[in-house]
């Protein structure tokens, strides 16, 4: 009875001995996920970071893009009255010039009949 009791002892030790090396696998298992958590969540928090500086900088873009649709607008409008105003011009100068032709032709008949009266 003393042996098996003994023998019993022993195995209950070396099960305990097994039971503490498993229990101290899984905290060692345990301590490693925590720190891949700690990792992951550090990650997390840089990317939420980075997607918020992409955002601002999105809505910068978008806000300089239509400042600059704006823009090109009154400069569509500046150009168009410009080119009106150069028809315009055009067109004077045309009657400009037909006058002035007028005039060289009525001068032209002028200056004979004054020279010959």
Same mark, same amino acid.
């Given at each position: 009875?003393?042996?098996?009791?003994?023998?019993?002892?022993?195995?209950?030790?070396?099960?305990?001995?097994?039971?503490?090396? %498993?229990?101290?696998?899984?905290?060692?298992?345990?301590?490693?996920?925590?720190?891949?958590?700690?990792?992951?969540?550090?990650?997390?928090?840089?990317?939420?970071?980075? %997607?918020?500086?992409?955002?601002?900088?999105?809505?910068?873009?978008?806000?300089?893009?239509?400042?600059?649709?704006?823009?090109?607008?009154?400069?569509?409008?500046?150009?168009?009255?410009?080119?009106?105003?150069?028809?315009?011009?055009?067109?004077?100068?045309?009657?400009?010039?037909?006058?002035?032709?007028?005039?060289?032709? %009525?001068?032209?008949?002028?200056?004979?009949?004054?020279?010959?009266?």
């Amino acid at each position: 009875l003393q042996l098996q009791a003994e023998q019993t002892c022993r195995q209950l030790v070396r099960t305990q001995e097994e039971h503490e090396q %498993l229990l101290q696998a899984a905290v060692e298992q345990a301590e490693g996920l925590e720190q891949s958590l700690r990792n992951a969540e550090a990650v997390l928090v840089e990317r939420a970071a980075q %997607l918020r500086d992409a955002q601002a900088q999105l809505s910068r873009n978008k806000l300089l893009i239509e400042e600059l649709r704006g823009e090109n607008r009154r400069f569509a409008m500046a150009l168009q009255a410009a080119e009106l105003k150069q028809k315009s011009m055009e067109e004077k100068n045309q009657l400009l010039e037909e006058q002035a032709s007028a005039l060289k032709q %009525l001068i032209g008949k002028i200056t004979p009949a004054s020279l010959s009266g």
